[in-house]
């Protein structure tokens, strides 16, 4: 009985049958693919499946009901039986690409959509082939020839799904159900402020591997090592026994490193010129290991706190920040390298040093750009609002979620805070959820610092939060001047606060509409998002404990939460226009403000200086 009878269940002649089996999903239970299949993909060639692929939408899961998936293409004098799906390319989707800006008709849709594409391989060799997907918004089960290999979940994490042993000489047909319904078990859950994108909307390829490869490599300073030891890692995609060589260019020529069962660590006396925003040195990597090679550019810096303050490379930094989403108008959640070069440019305007990936993991150029220009960066899981935080299953999601996160980027200097989760109400289930997801972090990389953007403690009125315990540094989201009109409540929530550990204002701003001018009193104008800024600015330059502040956030985006004149499905805390360009008075009044900091550190006069003063305002 092979995998697909199994499937399909003995005897399948009822026409019938997928109608009345509510239970379809409960075949693909079992093939989820995770943070362990992930294959290491720094310096490998991959054979690109970008494209256009069939497309059609699937609103009532059609496809795994009645298994269009098993149909192989012929024309309809051949089909048995009438069908309701075919290959014909009549309706294409480009991937990657997000399907509600491809067709009015499909701005809404939540539900599954099917991708079809076919490609020919040759086999014959002993090469390893694993299909990548850069990202799929939400749930992917994926079909090769007909047959289930292979389904992911989670909406901002690449995966990987081998499919070696079902592929066939000549021509093969790749089939991927996307379904981004938004369900409370799901991580995020139903009730999000962005918009609920769908689809193929990363890069899809497939990469060929010899038989035992590299699935996984980190390079990092040795947290106390005074700048002194490296620590590498390797994991193979065997249990295998053999020796590693890894050179750093112009630091170590060829170190040897042992592997037993598949997997090797080393730690090495070296001396790196050490990563910072200033002096973003990055260091060519590669890594032989049987027939597999890998590369990296690594930037080696170390970040800690001691005490209120957050230590890179030993010294005290401040995070002058911005948060920002991934949305565009015209290509939804899809990311394009002139749209990050845009993104690091507005921030370097700003006179950023650190940027706030929310609340999901972007897309993994947006941190190698990062390396490069010499941005520090916290990146997050959507463990946002009131998720089923009693849910077992959704527990796995979660960390399964972070543990993707952390193998992706690890490698990556600008990345220093993990961030766990959004606004979550602090009760117990939470509370058990969130810790455990802050000791996954800690486990999967003991290098970062450890985050979750909390709310007040309105009982106290305090910066105090139960899982601040297993948390690195505090990240605050307050609204003072916006969702809580009087700027005095900052004051006295700062006065009130005495927190053990940094604070990070994650979130503060508020709305306005580009171009609307009026008194700073009346809501959406511009001179009522510059009067906060300038009471939130200098009112958070008093406390001392507060390390960062990272306001929310860069560009207007859409939300159909957001439903009034001014908003018009949009987010309109930008500092620019959905547009990413009209910039808002807002805009000077951060970038002379983080100006001011930044020549404070520099060795301005008289230590820290204000935050913002009125003549520096906006132009
Ligand atoms: C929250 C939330 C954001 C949201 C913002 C807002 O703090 O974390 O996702 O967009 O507030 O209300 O604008």
């Not at 494209?51 to 051949?78: C, H, N, S």
């Not at 490599?217 to 620590?231: C, D, W």
């Not at 802050?438 to 709310?455: H, I, K, P, Q, W």
């Not at 970038?591 to 520096?616: F, S, Y």
Request: net charge negative; hydrophobic share 40%.
């Amino acid at each position: 009985m092979s995998a697909q009878d199994e499937l399909d269940g003995p005897g399948q002649i009822d026409p019938y049958h997928h109608l009345h089996d509510e239970a379809y999903e409960r075949r693909f239970a079992k093939g989820y693919v995770g943070w362990r299949d992930m294959v290491f993909m720094g310096g490998r060639a991959a054979e690109s499946l970008d494209g256009e692929w069939r497309f059609a939408i699937d609103p009532y899961d059609e496809g795994l009901r009645q298994k269009w998936y098993a149909d192989a293409p012929a024309p309809v004098e051949a089909w048995p039986v009438p069908r309701d799906y075919d290959t014909n390319a009549e309706v294409t989707a480009p991937v990657p690409s997000c399907w509600n800006v491809l067709r009015r008709e499909w701005t809404y849709l939540e539900g599954a959509a099917w991708y079809t594409r076919f490609f020919t391989h040759r086999t014959g060799t002993d090469e390893r082939i694993v299909l990548r997907v850069g990202a799929a918004n939400y749930e992917a089960r994926v079909f090769l020839n007909g047959i289930f290999v292979g389904a992911h979940r989670g909406g901002s994490t690449p995966f990987f799904i081998e499919l070696t042993g079902h592929l066939v000489d000549g021509e093969n047909r790749l089939q991927i159900q996307v379904d981004n319904r938004r369900r409370p078990d799901r991580v995020p859950m139903q009730h999000t402020d962005w918009f609920n994108y769908g689809g193929l909307y990363r890069e899809v390829s497939l990469v060929r591997l010899p038989p035992v490869f590299i699935r996984d490599f980190g390079a990092a300073l040795v947290p106390g090592s005074g700048g002194r030891r490296l620590r590498f890692d390797v994991t193979l995609s065997d249990p295998v026994d053999g020796t590693a060589t890894i050179a750093v260019d112009g630091l170590i020529d060829a170190l040897a490193l042992p592997v037993s069962g598949g997997f090797g660590s080393i730690e090495v006396e070296a001396s790196p010129a050490l990563w910072s925003p200033d002096t973003p040195r990055l260091y060519a990597v590669t890594v032989r290991c049987g027939d597999d090679e890998i590369g990296d550019r690594v930037g080696f810096r170390e970040i800690s706190v001691d005490g209120r303050r957050i230590l890179l490379n030993g010294e005290p930094i401040f995070l002058r920040g911005i948060c920002v989403h991934e949305d565009d108008v015209a290509l939804g959640k899809t990311t394009s390298e002139a749209d990050l070069v845009r993104r690091f440019d507005h921030a370097r305007a700003l006179n950023c040093n650190f940027l706030r990936l929310a609340h999901y993991p972007h897309h993994e150029r947006a941190a190698e750009l990062a390396d490069e220009l010499g941005f520090l960066l916290w990146e997050e899981i959507p463990v946002y609002w009131t998720i089923a935080f009693e849910a077992a299953d959704t527990f796995a999601d979660a960390d399964n979620q972070l543990r993707e996160m952390v193998r992706r980027d690890r490698n990556r200097a600008s990345v220093i805070i993990w961030g766990i989760g959004n606004e979550n109400a602090d009760t117990d289930p939470r509370h058990a959820f969130m810790s455990r997801l802050a000791a996954t972090a800690r486990e999967a990389d003991g290098t970062r610092l450890v985050s979750a953007a909390c709310l007040i403690n309105r009982a106290h009125f305090r910066i105090e939060d139960r899982l601040a315990a297993h948390l690195d540094v505090i990240g605050l989201n307050e609204y003072f001047g916006w969702y809580e009109p009087s700027m005095e409540g900052l004051e006295r929530l700062l006065a009130n606060s005495d927190p053990d550990r940094p604070v990070i204002i994650t979130e503060t701003g508020a709305d306005a509409v580009a171009g609307l001018r009026g008194p700073a009193t009346t809501f959406f104008t511009e001179d009522c998002q510059e009067a906060v800024y300038r009471a939130q600015l200098t009112t958070l330059a008093r406390a001392g404990y507060v390390q960062g502040v990272c306001p929310w956030i860069l560009y207007d985006f859409r939300t159909e939460r957001r439903q009034t004149v001014f908003q018009r499905g949009y987010n309109r805390k930008g500092l620019v226009a959905e547009d990413k360009t009209t910039r808002k008075r807002a805009f000077d009044v951060l970038a002379a403000c983080w100006a001011e900091r930044r020549r404070a550190e520099n060795g301005g006069a008289g230590g820290q200086a204000p935050l913002a003063t009125t003549n520096q305002g906006a132009s």
